[in-house]
């Protein structure tokens, strides 16, 4: 698999599997544009936009001809599996997702908005998102499935592991640069 035969990339998984990380790796590969959802969602104060408003960012965003989007939001998702060519499922386990939420907490990350920063850990915000995996584990993954069918012309990668992540990034590289 070339993945320069692919212009629009969408990279799905549950919170912390690390979407985000591939990501960035695709969009180095590749140099095509990178847009985290985090990013075009979350407002100063941790304040939802309305959907309107989240749905048309995200029209624009696909308007190009090349993007690569790492996210998940309901809002928008039919439209974001329709428009890619190429969708990446990371779905890493549970314990694997709470292990790189700990790391990751409390840390500048550049799939967040500049004006935004997350608790430290053991704050009642970090107790949440241990939780929030903990409980969405099964749904989003359910939810990637059932996408997956509805969108059965798509192409689709189902990433198990970071062994899995790193493998495909260097088949890739390898490919690149033979091409």
């Known amino acids: 698999m070339n993945i320069h035969d692919y212009n629009k990339i969408m990279v799905a998984g549950g919170f912390a ?19 985290h959802l985090d990013v075009e969602f979350w407002q100063p104060g941790w304040q939802k936009p309305p959907e ?8 624009e965003i696909m308007s190009s001809s090349k993007w690569i989007i790492d996210g998940n939001y309901r ?12 969708i990446i ?8 997702r709470l292990i790189s939420a700990a790391r990751r907490h409390g840390k500048k990350r550049s799939d967040l908005p ?33 996408m997956r069918e509805k969108h059965a ?11 899995d992540m790193r493998r495909l990034l260097n088949e ?5 640069e033979y091409s």
């Open 114 to 146: 500049d004006y935004l920063h997350e608790d430290s850990w053991f704050s009642r915000e970090f107790i949440g998102v241990i939780k929030m995996i903990w409980a969405t584990h099964n749904k989003d993954r359910k939810m990637v499935f059932a």
């Open 17 to 35: 599997a690390g979407k985000s990380w591939l990501a960035k790796h695709i969009a180095l590969l590749t140099g095509y544009p990178l847009y």
């Open 75 to 86: 809002v928008g998702r039919d439209l974001r599996w329709a428009n890619a060519d190429l």
């Open 52 to 59: 309107e408003v989240f749905l048309a960012r995200q029209k």
């Open 172 to 176: 890739w590289r390898a490919v690149s």
């Open 89 to 96: 499922h990371v779905d890493i386990g549970r314990f694997r």
């Open 153 to 163: 012309d798509t192409a689709f990668l189902h990433i198990k592991s970071r062994r």
